[in-house]
């Protein structure tokens, strides 16, 4: 089945780029999506790719997906304190469902 | 107006207890779903529903049993609770994949 997986943390100073990666086994996920959890929160949908495309920017997020090595990352450019929080990675198997990652702790930083 | 909501937020219960925990959508998805939130913040599904038929039943206890009246609503409910289904648990509905998957605000079960 499905396995997807993150880096655990990920520590960055206010003002650089954060880039989260992740990878994936079942390449025929056809969507991607990156969720976002601050604390006490539930998951918030970042943005999402579709399986043909390289790359998605959205504002200060740009996803690159690399789907030869089945690598997909997230970039948050000009990262700000209230980018602090956990980014799942989530492909989709069987009967639809949503795979997640483990998640990756984002730290920023002044 | 709250895409998907659950209720209660926190639940607070003795092991041996049962209780339920509901879950309403109003975005006119077909598919609904739970999740399980562990200490470690791993997410993984346990049910979904489709047209209130039931798609996935991931290995989860029997105790645990989902209940869709109609394609806006399902419910959760866990007999016999232990200390190990502390956990979040989240309501999630989708229409198609383009528009991924709306989460609501989860519900922390905290079995003592």
């Known amino acids: 089945g499905e396995d997807v997986e993150q880096s655990l943390f990920l520590s960055v100073r206010e003002g650089d780029s954060s880039v989260i990666n992740c990878t994936y086994t079942d390449s025929s996920s056809t969507y991607l999506y990156w969720y976002k959890q601050e604390p006490g929160a539930g998951l918030q949908l970042l943005t999402y790719i579709f399986s043909n495309m390289d790359m998605k920017q959205d504002q200060r997020l740009t996803v690159l997906l690399n789907k030869k090595d089945k690598h997909l990352s997230l970039r948050i450019a000009d990262t700000q304190t209230g980018d602090s929080a956990i980014y799942f990675c989530?492909?989709?198997?069987?009967?639809?469902?949503?795979?997640f990652g483990a998640g990756t702790r984002l730290a920023v930083h002044p | 107006d709250t895409a998907v909501s659950q209720t209660p937020k926190y639940l607070v219960t003795q092991m041996g207890n049962d209780k339920s925990i509901k879950c309403e959508q109003n975005l006119g998805h077909d598919t609904m779903y739970w999740y399980k939130q562990d200490s470690k913040k791993f997410l993984k599904i346990m049910f979904s529903y489709n047209n209130k038929e039931l798609i996935i039943n991931e290995t989860v206890p029997n105790r645990f049993s989902p209940k869709s009246p109609d394609k806006a609503h399902l419910n959760l409910h866990i007999n016999s609770l232990e200390l190990g289904d502390s956990a979040v648990y989240f309501c999630?509905?989708?229409?198609?994949?383009?528009?991924?998957?709306?989460f609501g605000s989860g519900t922390r079960l905290t079995v003592v």
């Open positions: 989530a492909a989709v198997g069987g009967y639809n469902k949503l795979i």
């Open positions: 999630a509905s989708s229409q198609d994949r383009v528009g991924g998957y709306t």
